[in-house]
């Protein structure tokens, strides 16, 4: 199965932020849309992504000042990303190699869509439940 796939299920909507927007904003965007993380989108395009362990992280260092600092400051720059073309097979692998939850997909270097550690094993679920349900119908009738 490609990325593809797991988008046109999903939906390609993404929530995201700006680099100045402050880590309160992201909090209660993050609240708002029940997800955990955003892409930062800057002038040129994905230009980092910010987690909820990215907020938690910084504030044990820093303290609530942290809540009026913008996002830059906390965000990862270098960004782990996927293509639509992508198997969920080798997203699955750079997730667990990169230790990343979320994966901004990016088409022509323009953001497409986000997959989370979630949307991965949903299809690793509908996958085995198919296979599954395959072998049942062929030796009950084989």
């Known amino acids: 199965m490609r990325i593809a796939d797991v988008l046109r299920n999903k939906g390609t909507s993404v929530a995201t932020v700006s680099p100045e927007t402050t880590v309160r ?10 997800i955990g ?3 930062v989108l800057g002038p040129d395009g994905v230009a980092g992504i910010v987690s909820e362990r990215d907020v938690v992280r910084k504030l044990h260092e820093r ?4 809540l009026s600092c913008p996002v830059s400051e906390i ?18 692998v750079l997730m667990t190699q990169r230790r990343v939850r979320h994966v901004p997909v990016l088409d022509g270097g323009r953001l497409a869509g986000i997959v989370s550690i979630g ?10 439940e198919t ?4 072998l049942q119908a062929y030796i009950a009738h084989g």
Do not use: I, W, Y
């Open 75 to 92: 965000m990862t720059t270098v960004v782990a990303t996927c293509t639509p073309r992508d198997s969920v097979d080798d997203l699955s």
């Open 25 to 34: 904003e992201l909090l209660a965007g993050l609240a708002e849309h029940n």
């Open 131 to 134: 296979s599954q349900e395959q």
């Open 119 to 128: 949307d991965v094993v949903k299809t690793r679920m509908e996958e085995l």
């Open 37 to 39: 993380a955003m892409p």
């Open 63 to 66: 303290g609530e000042a942290l």
